[in-house]
Each structure stands twice: as C-alpha cells, then as structure tokens.
C-alpha cells in the first residue's frame, strides 16, 4: 500500500483558508478510506475530518464542524481538506492517514498508513 503524501500546508492570517491535498505515493488498486489528524505543540494528536471510499460519509471533530469541508476524487487518488476561516488554535501538523476499507473511523488506531505531515500556521 503506498503511503499518503500532504501537500498545501502554510502560514495563513486568522480567517483566512487553506486546502490541503492527500495523495498516495503510488497508484493503489485498494479501496481506503481517508483521515486528517493534527497535533499541535505539546499536544495529543487529535482527529480532524475523515470521508470513506465512495465520498459518502464523512466525519469531522466539533472544533472545526462548519469551517472544514473533505472531499475525494478517487479518478485523481487526491482527498482534500479545506480549511475555512482559521484560527490561531488551528495551528498544527497535518497528517493524512489510509485506512484500507470502506468505512470512515475516527479512530487513529485503525489507520494502517500515514504521512509525514504538513505544517499550517494560522497568525493572530
């Protein structure tokens, strides 16, 4: 199974956006759900959003409900996360995490593949 690649992460103002791109590594003939995490400074990884395979479910933690938005074109193999009206608490690593299958989880532990993370900084 080819490990997920983030792209997009930056230094964004408060309010403003940013969409980062999930991608893995090589073409997979697998069917797999997709899961943003994040960990902030001497934080806990905590979980963000996470859609399943046909894009039909979807999941996303009550700080960032109504601001983020995931979606996925499996023809590009590409989830994407878009990230509304930030804030300064929004300030983390990204990861992006493969989970074989078909169902959407929360749960970090059933996430078999993950990438190396991208950094969003949201400036006060």
């Known amino acids: 199974q080819a490990q997920p690649v983030e792209s997009g992460g930056g230094l964004v103002q408060a309010g403003g956006s940013l969409r980062l791109s999930c991608t893995p590594s090589a073409r997979t003939s697998s069917n797999y759900a997709v899961g943003w995490f994040r960990r902030a400074p001497g934080q806990e990884r905590e979980f963000v959003a996470a859609?399943?395979?046909?894009?039909?479910?979807?999941m996303f933690a009550d700080s960032v409900k109504g601001r983020f938005t995931i979606a996925r074109d499996n023809a590009k193999d590409t989830v994407w996360l878009q990230m509304n009206s930030l804030e300064p608490e929004d300030t983390a690593v990204y990861y992006c995490a493969i989970q074989v299958g078909f169902r959407v989880s929360s749960n970090s532990g059933e996430y078999e593949y993950w990438g190396q993370g991208t950094q969003v900084t949201v400036s006060s």
């Open positions: 859609v399943n395979w046909s894009g039909g479910s979807t």
